[in-house]
């Protein structure tokens, strides 16, 4: 079976399961009359009369005219665009012939315009070259005719202001070197090439600097596309990639219908605990993990897929006995007709996620069984403490820092309340230290708690580690959090264990101390409002460094708040505990120094996040 062959078949199959996954007639009616009297304000059985009205009038079947409707009222967004679609065709085009003639130079404007306009629309960093030739006909010099826009060069030109550029003039080292020579047999035999990695020494007017560089040369039309690619640059973004596959439980996987190869992630092997030496686990064997209580929804993102949407599905999958939670994304390149060639998707392990939520809304369930019961309250008050905001006993140690937590529930069990903590490694090397108060008390205040700190975790991992964009998202989570309503409190800190800055924000929250050499201050709240109050509140950064030995001090409201005194009567005990654990740096222990700290508000929670920058040696 030759390749096209394959991939008809291969298309076939797909198209197979994509028509099982189609709803019925009868289904797809009682969707469209629903959309229809939701969209209208009118009953169920009037909608249902006028599809059939309409199909009678059209001579059409009634399932077909539902069909018609659903598309109208519920439309679905592009995956790929013309642009994307050429840069396929072209990419699948077949290797030109041996004895292809030599090319010549661009014939009109209009070719490189289309070329411009195709590499505005795909990924990647890629130039095109055309040959400057002088009165014999000869190649005397390159000029760029198109450039991708998002190609910034070692001088730190970017990709427009690069076109119309000779070589000679912008990058003289590639004259007469193996890169200009690839270009010279490029355009002799009409075959595409790689060049590297070589080393490439750059030049300005203020440094030098070498850099080792991979080019691959593609001839297309008249002219020569070329992708850089930088070495460096290639194992920095492996290794980032690696790492966010770690924080976050995550894998990735594509599958080429054209040449039926698989390729795996390394966090992809994790997930499903197969040896990377097997090589990716076949489809029928990975499809045959699946629980079959969760084949509605699978095949509801089939049919999803062949509408040419994006796919992002939640099932359980069984691997050596144990049952995974699997999130999975997944999309397809496809050709002008709509046909997919290429499939690829993002996986995360979210079990000891929804094992959280799970065991929440367990927990949850009892208490409004139990509620009239003070004692059986605060047992599930404490489990749920446990099951949502675990508690380390020993302190946390982190790049630079050694941390550690206290929390203390209200004297009053149905008081339970929202506080919570985090404090972990940042996708990009950073620490992340935050605590919050949701307001309100009990389960409901828990379970918002539950789903910012899990938020944030997430966040922290795979998406960011800035202070104030950390909030920007809880904001917008809490806040779209209807019917709730719930607003929230947040203090979020990333510090950096290589120039040991501390950069924080806050949301309506009480500032952090910083205690250094037996003084302890309050830091300058920036601007922010309270999470949840506004759609768009714009949060403010501040920064400071730490010291060796100084511990900053993270903490909610519950410390210094009390029925009996003010707020600033409250820090007069917690800023002399700070001062006291400062004056004498490894006198006391952190653990020692939050027992000083805590102590039971009757009204509200407490938790406090305690970190000290370790000296250079290491943890002491």
């Not at 679905?76 to 090319?103: F, G, I, K, V, Y």
């Not at 040959?131 to 014999?136: E, G, I, L, S, T």
């Not at 675990?390 to 630079?400: K, N, V």
């Amino acid at each position: 079976m030759d390749a096209q062959q394959g991939y008809r078949q291969r298309l076939a199959e797909l198209d197979a399961k994509i028509e099982q996954a189609r709803p019925r007639p009868d289904m797809v009616c009682e969707r469209a009359a629903g959309l229809l009297a939701g969209h209208i304000g009118c009953r169920i059985d009037e909608a249902h009369s006028h599809l059939r009205l309409l199909a009678a009038q059209q001579a059409t079947p009634v399932s077909r005219v539902a069909a018609d409707l659903i598309a109208a009222l519920e439309p679905t967004r592009p995956t790929s665009s013309h642009r994307l679609r050429e840069a396929t065709d072209a990419a699948l085009r077949e290797a030109p012939p041996a004895d292809r003639p030599p090319l010549t130079d661009p014939g009109t404007h209009g070719w490189t315009s289309a070329v411009q306009q195709v590499l505005d629309g795909v990924p990647g960093k890629h130039m095109l070259v055309v040959a400057v030739r002088d009165a014999a006909g000869d190649v005397v010099d390159y000029e760029l005719a198109a450039v991708s826009p998002n190609v910034v060069d070692l001088s730190g030109r970017i990709g427009p202001h690069l076109i119309g550029r000779r070589i000679s003039d912008i990058y003289p080292p590639v004259v007469g070197g193996p890169v200009w020579h690839a270009w010279a047999d490029a355009l002799a035999d009409g075959r595409a090439r790689t060049v590297g990695p070589f080393p490439y020494l750059h030049r300005d007017a203020s440094h030098s600097s070498e850099h080792l560089l991979t080019v691959q040369v593609q001839p297309v039309g008249p002219g020569l596309l070329n992708s850089w690619i930088r070495q460096d640059e290639q194992t920095r973004l492996a290794e980032r990639i690696a790492q966010t596959e770690r924080l976050g439980n995550l894998g990735w996987g594509e599958w080429d219908l054209v040449t039926d190869a698989t390729v795996w992630s390394e966090g992809l092997y994790r997930i499903y605990e197969r040896d990377p030496a097997d090589g990716p686990m076949p489809r029928a064997e990975s499809e045959a993990l699946g629980l079959p209580e969760d084949d509605p929804l699978r095949l509801e993102a089939a049919a999803a897929f062949g509408r040419g949407e994006t796919v992002d599905v939640t099932t359980r999958v069984r691997v050596n006995e144990q049952i995974k939670y699997l999130r999975a994304v997944v999309d397809a390149i496809r050709d002008t007709e709509g046909r997919p060639v290429k499939i690829y998707g993002l996986v995360q392990d979210i079990t000891a996620r929804e094992a959280s939520r799970r065991k929440l809304a367990e927990v949850e369930r009892q208490l409004h069984q139990q509620q009239e019961v003070l004692a059986a309250e605060h047992r599930l008050a404490a489990q749920l403490q446990q099951i949502v905001l675990p508690i380390p006993q020993a302190p946390i140690d982190l790049p630079g820092l050694r941390a550690a937590v206290r929390y203390l529930p209200a004297e009053q069990a149905s008081r339970v309340g929202g506080d919570w903590y985090h404090a972990a490694p940042a996708g990009d090397g950073g620490i992340i230290l935050a605590v919050g108060d949701v307001a309100g008390h009990g389960v409901q205040a828990a379970a918002t708690m539950a789903q910012l700190r899990h938020a944030l975790a997430t966040l922290a991992a795979t998406t960011t580690s800035e202070p104030a964009v950390l909030l920007a998202y809880l904001n917008r989570i809490i806040y779209s959090s209807e019917p709730t309503g719930d607003t929230a409190t947040a203090v979020v800190a990333r510090y950096d264990p290589a120039t040991h800055e501390l950069t924080w924000a806050q949301a309506g929250h009480p500032a952090p101390l910083l205690a250094r050499a037996g003084v302890t201050t309050e830091l300058t709240r920036p601007h922010g409002p309270l999470l949840g109050a506004v759609p768009d509140p714009g949060y403010a950064t501040a920064t400071t460094a730490l010291g060796e030995d100084d511990l900053l001090v993270l903490y909610t409201d519950g410390l210094v708040e009390h029925r009996s005194h003010s707020l600033a009567e409250g820090l007069v005990p917690v800023v002399a505990a700070l001062n006291r654990a400062t004056a004498c740096p490894g006198e006391q222990s952190l653990p020692g120094m939050l027992a000083d700290l805590h102590r039971a508000n009757p009204d509200d929670d407490t938790c406090v996040l305690a970190a000290r920058r370790l000296p250079a040696g290491g943890p002491s």
